[in-house]
């Protein structure tokens, strides 16, 4: 079955600073690929998400990029602000019935001021 | 504010105990999931309601009983659990139960055992 990983489990920046986190999967099949933003105390909120058929998405301050080639993917948060410090989760499915979304194990991201 | 509705937020119980866990969502969305977080742990998937019908079942213990009384509505009917069943728990809702569709997650049932 599939399988993501995630780096860093920790990490801290500078409040202004860029943040990247990054993940593989291993299922060449899985083709949307959803991040997650867990703020203490709340439920994950979907922040972007990329399907397959496209190498990067941008909104904002957010970012992701996707190698399917590789098979890693990469969420950029750049001029990184205090409300960005939460627990970060990429993930990976398939477009099919029931299939289920495979989480990697989440970032701890502070912004330090 | 989340659209799914989770109650209630905070959940003391006994291992001898029976209580539900509800949770709602009026956004028309014909899947709704249960999952059970662990602390600085990812949500792991318990169980699919598609159309109302279940549809995925992980091998969760008996003691967890779903119930999806109509579209909008998912209860968690809990009886003898134990200690380790404390946990974060989420729901969450989605157009269909086709993968690749966006999750909308409540912000969850914290349930202590004790």
């Known amino acids: 079955g599939e399988n993501v990983e995630q780096h860093p489990s920790t990490l801290s920046v500078q409040e202004g600073d860029s943040a990247v986190i990054k993940c593989t999967y291993s299922d060449s099949a899985s083709n949307y690929f959803p991040w997650y933003k867990q703020e203490l105390g709340k439920g994950p909120q979907l922040i972007i998400d990329i399907r397959s058929n496209v190498g990067e998405k941008k909104d904002q301050r957010i970012a992701v990029t996707l190698n399917k080639t590789a098979k890693h993917f990469s969420l950029h948060i750049t001029e990184t602000q205090p409300e960005d410090s939460a627990v970060y989760f990429c993930?990976?499915?398939?477009?099919?019935?029931?299939?289920?979304?495979?989480f990697g194990k989440g970032t701890r991201l502070h912004i330090l001021p | 504010d989340t659209e799914v509705t989770q109650t209630p937020k905070h959940l003391v119980m006994g291992m001898t105990n029976k209580k539900s866990l509800k949770c709602e969502q009026h956004m028309g969305h014909r899947a709704m999931y249960w999952y059970k977080q662990k602390a600085k742990k990812p949500p792991e998937l318990m169980f699919v309601y598609s159309y109302e019908k279940l549809s995925i079942n992980e091998s969760v213990p008996s003691r967890f009983s779903p119930e999806c009384p109509n579209s909008s509505l998912l209860n968690l009917h809990l009886h003898a659990l134990q200690p380790e069943d404390s946990a974060l728990y989420l729901c969450a809702s989605s157009q269909d139960n086709w993968g690749g569709g966006h999750q909308h997650f409540g912000d969850g049932t914290r349930l202590s055992i004790l």
């Open positions: 993930a990976a499915s398939k477009a099919n019935r029931d299939d289920k979304i495979i």
